[in-house]
């Protein structure tokens, strides 16, 4: 099944938002969870290998999935041959 382009174009702006906002919320919990650890709550670091782990993983997969949906249009043919210079 193939999708058109305004689809692809589509999903790729979503998943690239997903990426982003997944890149964000996993620096913000990295950053929010070791606040209580320098607060000197030693009891309450939670261990946040795994979290890292996974929202690295997640941002990646959206975005390798949004640079897979997306394709640019063809390059228009030139009428006069100065205009391939661009």
Same mark, same amino acid.
């Given at each position: 099944?193939?999708?058109?382009?305004?689809?692809?174009?589509? #999903?790729? %702006?979503?998943?690239?938002?997903? &990426? =982003? /906002? %997944?890149?964000?919320?996993? !620096?913000? %919990? =990295? +950053? $929010?969870?070791?606040?209580?650890?320098? +607060? !000197?709550?030693?009891?309450?670091? @939670? @261990?946040?290998?795994?979290?890292?782990?996974? !929202?690295?993983?997640?941002? #990646? &997969?959206? !975005? /390798? %999935? $949004? &640079?897979?949906?997306? *394709?640019?249009?063809? *390059?228009?043919?030139?009428?006069?041959?100065?205009?391939? &210079?661009?």
């Amino acid at each position: 099944m193939s999708l058109s382009r305004s689809v692809r174009r589509v #999903l790729s %702006a979503i998943c690239w938002t997903l &990426a =982003v /906002v %997944a890149g964000v919320l996993t !620096g913000a %919990a =990295v +950053a $929010g969870g070791g606040a209580t650890c320098q +607060a !000197g709550q030693r009891t309450h670091c @939670p @261990p946040q290998t795994l979290l890292l782990i996974i !929202g690295v993983v997640v941002t #990646l &997969a959206f !975005g /390798v %999935a $949004g &640079a897979v949906l997306y *394709k640019p249009s063809d *390059k228009r043919e030139s009428r006069f041959p100065w205009e391939d &210079a661009r």
